[in-house]
C-alpha cells in the first residue's frame, strides 16, 4: 500500500492508520501491533515536528508485508536531512545528560526489528521492518 499525506501533525490518524490497517492484515498480535504504531508514531512525529520546520511538504509511506516474516514500512520525506541511526551513536546513557526530549529514536530502534535510513535524491528514506519473530530477521 502507497499513500502520498502533507506533512501535518493534522495528518498524523490518517497516516498511522494507514500503517495499522496494513499491521493487522498481515496477522500481528494486539502486543506487536502497539510497538509497530508506536515506533511509526515517533517516526511519523519526528519527521514533521523537525523535518519541515512549519514549512509545506509531503510524506510518502510506502506499508506491505515483508516477505511473509512480517512487515516492512518505507517513510519517505523532502524534509531537512536527518540521520536517526548516526544520532543514535551518540545518545547519552542517563535521563540526567539528555533530559526530557529526544527519546524517540530509542524508542524506534527497541520496538523494530531492523531500522535503515538513507537520503536519496534529496528524499529522507527510512524503512522499519517488524517480523513475526526473531527467527525471520535479517542477517
Not at 493487522?24 to 519541515?52: D, M, R
Request: hydrophobic share 40%; charged share 20%.
Amino acid at each position: 500500500m502507497h499513500k502520498d499525506f502533507p506533512a501535518s501533525i493534522v495528518c498524523l490518524h490518517d497516516m498511522l492508520s494507514t500503517i495499522r490497517s496494513v499491521a493487522l492484515n498481515c496477522g500481528f498480535t494486539p502486543e506487536i501491533l502497539q510497538k509497530i504504531e508506536l515506533a511509526s508514531e515517533e517516526a511519523l512525529v519526528n519527521i514533521i515536528k523537525h523535518g519541515f520546520l512549519n514549512k509545506a511538504g509531503t510524506i510518502d509511506i510506502y506499508c506491505e508485508p515483508f516477505e511473509n516474516k512480517g512487515i516492512k514500512i518505507v517513510i519517505l520525506d523532502d524534509g531537512i536531512s536527518f540521520n536517526p541511526l548516526t544520532y543514535h551513536e551518540h545518545f547519552p546513557c542517563s535521563n540526567e545528560e539528555f533530559g526530557v526530549g529526544g527519546w524517540g529514536i530509542m524508542i524506534i530502534l527497541n520496538a523494530m526489528d531492523h531500522v535503515e535510513y538513507k537520503r536519496e535524491n534529496n528524499m529522507n528514506c527510512l524503512t522499519l521492518v517488524k517480523f513475526f519473530s526473531m527467527e525471520n530477521s535479517i542477517n
